[in-house]
Each structure stands twice: as structure tokens, then as C-alpha cells.
């Protein structure tokens, strides 16, 4: 197994172009970048910036940003945090919108060496004071629409500007911090949020990167539209995954699918990542805005953070052809499974095969692992598997696998398929039955008496 892994990952760096250092930039400075700051999550915008300093590295509503000036103006807000006492042990809180405020404020955060607080900008004055509590937060980074809803719930926080950097330039960026932790948040817009911490590392994300490389095919370069919000995990993931890539971003504050389209257009957008709705919204355009904004260069379009209904899928593939990976997972465990193109023609419910260093095991209510074709809890192991909440407590974790919540059953294939969350099975006559499972079989139904009248 472990040669096989090495194997794959191999190919798909080799593939991808990571390999291949640009000739004006020595190795040495790359490794010299990566021995200077370790895991911090600065570095992948350091290295990327050496590289390709002049390559776009996000277009947002303000325009295009090239790497270069992406890490000049991190640098700046990350002077002005150490400048206010913002340093490792301190929590920053980051409440901004898709684009270049966000990019800056999480990268400036990290290089600072605190912990960077993902804040949903849906928070009203109650979740977001106890965020703000919870997580010990003094200092928050918003955009200039949240400065208000910030003071109420915290009046003692320091608001920081994500729109501007006061800090003096200087030629010598600041000294790269230990890395802080990540902490995604989990839970509605009301209420008291759940905090999910990482400490980055380097090899939490590899297999990830390794297995969405070698099933897609994507190289270094590539232009990736974000049309999630960048606090969510996928988001989040994906900003990452275009900048150690070299890529570029396209994204927007607010979704608007006719608008999302035409940039995609525009930039040749190669992959599009994005929730089932979103994908529905831009079938629902009028087929007119669809012909007008062609994506030619589209290979890739990920969905994720809920439910892909069959179809769905086989009506996008049947607009934009077979481009369409459905991933899988939970703000606790990170990414599990990604399936391909063939992998929803031939099983349309499935959420794919586990990726690399992401093992996936099915459990019994005795921690018991079941085989093939078993309904059972879905636990996800490797490192990306947060280790509780913050306040405390966490998901169940058997054999160092953590518990998505959710039921399934793997097939001969090791395909997993999702048939329901644990609290919502139902018992009727002696089975348990679970509302996803109803749903598929009335579906099937459905579908065969329209065949047969």
C-alpha cells in the first residue's frame, strides 16, 4: 500500500509541475523559505511568491492582485498585528468575505504566529460573543461592513481593516512566527459556535493535494474559481490548494451565478469549485447567459459541503460533460473521499474512493469494523482529523479514526456511499431505516412506473 501511495504521489507531482522550479529561482532559496518558517501556512504563499512573483494570484471585485503584491501587502497587515502585540499565544479573528482581505488577513495572521479564528460572516451579535469569548479573541480583522457588528459583541476587541495596511513597508519581511493553530468553526448562524483546531503540518494536506492532483489532472498555474466561502473548510482547503500551486483565484464576495459564469469565462477558469446549490443556480441561467459566457478551458468542477443529488450531477454532465468530482467530508475530519466523473456514472451516489493517508473504516455500534455492503458509522482517520473542540469534548474517535456523524456502507470497489446521519434513523417494523435511504428508493420507483407507463 504504502509503495502504491508513494508511486501515485510521485506521478501526480510530476505531473502537476510542482517539480520543476522556474530557472531565475534557485532551489535553495525555495528550501531556504520552507527551513525559515516550517509549517507555518505563510510559506506556501512565500514560496509561491518567489517562484511566480508576477503571475496572478487572485482576481476578485477589486481587480487583480499579482503574487508579489499579494505578499507585500500580507507582510504590511502582518507588521501591523506584531505592532499592536498580536504574536503566538494570541487568537486573531477573521471576519471578511471572499477575496483578497481574507487571503491577507489569514496569511498575516499565521506569519504573526497566532491562532487564526475563522469567523462566519453570517454571525450575528450572539454566536459571534461567543466566539470572540470562547476562542479568547482581542484582536479582529474584518471587513469594513462587520466593524460595527464586531463592537457590539466585543467591546473591548481591537478592529483591524481588512481594506487597508498601515504598517511602514520595509524591505525585510518580518521574522516567520511557529505556526498558530487553524480553528474552523462549527455550527449555525445562532447559539454558541464549536471551535475544530488544527495545527498545520506540512503532511496533513499532502494526501489530499497528491490524490485531487493525480484524479484530476490539474498543473501548477491552474486558474480556480471559489465560489464557496473561504472560513468553510472547502473554501478554505481550496484557497490553499490554488496558491501552493501557483495559481489563481477567482472568486467573489458575494455569489451571484450569471456573475461567477462571466469570470470564469473571462479567465479561462480550469476548475470550478462550489456547493450543490450553486452548481443548480448555474443550470437554472437562462440557456442565453450560458451561451454567452462559455467555459472551454473547464475540466474540473468540484462539488462538496452537502448532499449531490444524482440528478443534478447527470444534468450538469449533460451540459458541461463528464468534468464533475463530488467530494466528501466534515469540518472534524477534513476531506475523506473524492469521487470521479466515472465513478458518479457508474455509482451516482456514491462520494467516491478515501484519499491518500485519509483511511475510511464503517463501524458497528460495538466499534466492531463491518465489511462490504454493511450500513455503519463512518469514521475517517490521517492527520487531518482534528483532534476535538476547543471547549471541549468532540466527535467519537475509534482506533485513531474520527466519526464523521454520518452512516454508510463501502462497496467491493471501496467506494463509499452515505445513506443518512446517525440521529436521524428511524426504527419501523425491527429495521433501522434512514430518511436518504427512503428517499433513493422512492426515487428508483419513481423513475420505473414512469418507464413503464
Not at 450575528?124 to 479582529?140: G, M
Not at 451561451?291 to 478551458?297: D, E, F, L, M, S
Amino acid at each position: 500500500m504504502a509503495e502504491r501511495v508513494t508511486t501515485t504521489a510521485a506521478r501526480a507531482l510530476l505531473r502537476s509541475g510542482l517539480l520543476r522550479p522556474p530557472a531565475p529561482v534557485p532551489l535553495v532559496r525555495l528550501l531556504g523559505e520552507v527551513r525559515k518558517g516550517g509549517t507555518n501556512p505563510y510559506v506556501l504563499l512565500a514560496v509561491a511568491a518567489a517562484r511566480w512573483p508576477d503571475r496572478t494570484a487572485i482576481v476578485d471585485d477589486d481587480g487583480v492582485l499579482s503574487y508579489r503584491q499579494l505578499r507585500s501587502e500580507t507582510e504590511a497587515l502582518a507588521r501591523q498585528l506584531l505592532g499592536g502585540s498580536v504574536g503566538p499565544g494570541h487568537a486573531v479573528g477573521i471576519m471578511c468575505r471572499n477575496g483578497r482581505g481574507f487571503v491577507r488577513a489569514v496569511f498575516a495572521t499565521a506569519l504573526a504566529g497566532a491562532d487564526v479564528v475563522l469567523v462566519n460572516t453570517d454571525f450575528q451579535s450572539d454566536a459571534l460573543a461567543a466566539a470572540l469569548s470562547a476562542h479568547r479573541i482581542e484582536t479582529v480583522v474584518c471587513d469594513t461592513e462587520f466593524a460595527d457588528r464586531v463592537h457590539v459583541a466585543g467591546n473591548t476587541v481591537t478592529v483591524v481593516d481588512a481594506a487597508t495596511t498601515k504598517a511602514p513597508q520595509s524591505d525585510r519581511p518580518p521574522k516567520v512566527a511557529p505556526a498558530g493553530r487553524i480553528i474552523l468553526l462549527t455550527s449555525g448562524t445562532t447559539g454558541k459556535p464549536k471551535g475544530v483546531p488544527r495545527t498545520p503540518r506540512i503532511r496533513s494536506a499532502v494526501g489530499v493535494w497528491v490524490t485531487i492532483l493525480d484524479r484530476t489532472r490539474l498543473q501548477t498555474g491552474s486558474r480556480i474559481s471559489v465560489a464557496m466561502p473561504m472560513f468553510h473548510g472547502l473554501g478554505l482547503g481550496m484557497l490553499m490548494f490554488a496558491l501552493g500551486l501557483g495559481g489563481t483565484v477567482l472568486t467573489q464576495r458575494r455569489f451571484n451565478a450569471e456573475e461567477a459564469l462571466a469570470q470564469a469565462s473571462l479567465y479561462r477558469a480550469d476548475a470550478f469549485t462550489a456547493v450543490p446549490v450553486v452548481l443548480a443556480r448555474i443550470l437554472d441561467l437562462p440557456e442565453a447567459v450560458r451561451v454567452r459566457n462559455p467555459v472551454p478551458a473547464l475540466r474540473v468542477v468540484m462539488s462538496s459541503g452537502d448532499r449531490l443529488d444524482p440528478a443534478l450531477a447527470q444534468r450538469f454532465m449533460d451540459v458541461y460533460g463528464d468534468i464533475l468530482y463530488n467530494g466528501y467530508g466534515s469540518t472534524e475530519v477534513g476531506i475523506g473521499a473524492l469521487a470521479t466523473p466515472a465513478d458518479l456514472l457508474d455509482a451516482p451516489e456514491t462520494v467516491g474512493k478515501p484519499v491518500a493517508g485519509c483511511p475510511v473504516r464503517i463501524f458497528d455500534d460495538n466499534n466492531q469494523q463491518v465489511g462490504p455492503h454493511v450500513t455503519g458509522r463512518v469514521f475517517v482517520g490521517g492527520d487531518l482529523a482534528s483532534q476535538g473542540y476547543t471547549g471541549g469534548g468532540g466527535k467519537a474517535v475509534v482506533n485513531d479514526m474520527t466519526s464523521t456523524g454520518d452512516m454508510g456502507y463501502l462497496d467491493d470497489s471501496g467506494r463509499l456511499f452515505i445513506v443518512g446521519r446517525e440521529d436521524d434513523m428511524i426504527i419501523s417494523g425491527g429495521e433501522n431505516v434512514y430518511p436518504r435511504a427512503v428517499e433513493r428508493s422512492e426515487e428508483h420507483t419513481s423513475e420505473l412506473q414512469s418507464h413503464h407507463d
